[in-house]
């Protein structure tokens, strides 16, 4: 059974800095494509960032280039979202996704296999 799960969410103030991560258990690729989206009510869900574990190549949200930076642990399986400059309007639920491909752009859309829980991140102005 997969099984994704994040931590490192909450509460900082505008301009601050938080590292969100993404473990992943009972996946048996290793070669996948690893994802942060983002959601708030009344919102749709929106695609931050995509990495795939093999080759590393990564994509981003226009909102989001310049100061969040994904990456991936293949030892730990873990997907890490650090995130910095942040502003009030990326206050949201963030939850990880994995696909079994390497990443497109297009998967920013939330074309993705499996799904976590969330994790809450609040940004006080």
């Known amino acids: 059974q997969v099984q994704l799960m994040e931590s490192g969410g909450g509460s900082v103030q505008a301009g601050g800095s938080l590292r969100l991560s993404c473990a992943v258990s009972?996946?048996?690729?290793?070669?996948?494509?690893a994802g942060w989206f983002r959601q708030t009510p009344g919102k749709e869900r929106e695609g931050v960032a995509l990495?795939?574990?093999?080759?590393?190549?990564?994509y981003y949200a226009d909102s989001v280039k310049g100061r969040f930076t994904i990456s991936q642990d293949n030892a730990k399986k873990t997907t890490y979202l650090q995130m910095s400059g942040l502003k009030p309007e990326d206050t949201a639920t963030y939850y990880c996704?994995?696909?079994?491909?390497?990443?497109?752009?297009?998967?920013?859309?939330?074309?993705?296999?499996?799904w976590g829980k969330g994790t809450l991140v609040t940004i006080a102005s």
């Open positions: 996704a994995a696909k079994v491909d390497p990443c497109l752009y297009s998967y920013l859309r939330g074309a993705m296999d499996y």
């Open positions: 009972g996946y048996r690729y290793s070669n996948y494509c």
């Open positions: 990495i795939s574990t093999v080759g590393g190549v990564s």
